[in-house]
């Protein structure tokens, strides 16, 4: 499963980068206005950090005024993902911009039909938002497994982009599933390396070892 960064901060894409866990990166007007920069310098900078899929998103409402935004955004490097909302006219600019080979990013999925669209249009991404989902009481993870099922039987090559992603057990789950990509804020990635057990058992080694006087180096 690939681990797609969900931020716009370029200095949390640096450090999780030198671990070498950064397959790609989705951006969304939210998280540029959060990061206070220009969208275009700053997806400028990150695509110069990373060598996947960086996702900027498209603002225009019509087909039309989609792809000239996708046209003008893959402008700025090779590994520019163009970032559609799942709406009539983003599916009739996803076909479009697929088509002449641009990478695209369907976001704001949330059933099973509009990932069937977005697939038939050509999406290289699907991005379903399973933390919007259980913010209303609609159980998230049974969509990415629905599309999944879909997906499998009909052999579609449209990859599976779990976003709004806000807990790391979404994370396990999108992987027992068999999700293609997570999309995860910084902070959730690193509470994947946390367990209790890990923090009491080191604990008991460290406080062992000053009773040994020893040292290593
Ligand atoms: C990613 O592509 C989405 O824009 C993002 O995951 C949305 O997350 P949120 O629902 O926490 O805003």
Request: net charge negative; aromatic share 6%; hydrophobic share 45%.
């Amino acid at each position: 499963m690939k681990f797609f960064i969900d931020t716009a901060e370029v200095k949390d894409i640096i450090e999780l980068n030198k671990l070498g866990i950064v397959d790609g990166v989705t951006t969304n007007p939210s998280l540029v206005l959060k990061s206070g920069k220009n969208m275009v310098e700053v997806i400028k900078e990150i695509s110069n950090l990373v060598d996947g899929p960086i996702s900027a998103e498209v603002v225009s409402a019509q087909s039309d005024g989609m792809i000239a935004e996708g046209l003008e955004l893959l402008k700025i490097s090779k590994n520019i993902a163009v970032k559609i909302p799942l709406t009539w006219e983003g599916l009739k600019a996803c076909q479009v911009l697929s088509d002449n080979g641009a990478m695209v990013n369907i976001t704001l999925c949330f059933s099973v039909n509009q990932a069937l669209l977005a697939a038939k249009a050509g999406a290289a991404f699907i991005s379903p938002f399973v933390g919007r989902l259980d913010d209303i009481n609609v159980e998230g993870m049974s969509l990415i497994a629905d599309i999944k099922q879909v997906y499998d039987n009909y052999n579609f090559h449209t990859e599976i982009l779990v976003a709004s992603i806000r807990t790391v057990n979404h994370i396990t789950e999108a992987a027992l599933i068999g999700a293609d990509i997570v999309t995860v804020p910084p902070k959730i990635i690193k509470q994947l390396a946390d367990h209790p057990l890990t923090s009491a058992g080191l604990e008991v080694f460290n406080q062992d070892w000053l009773k040994t006087g020893q040292k290593i180096i």
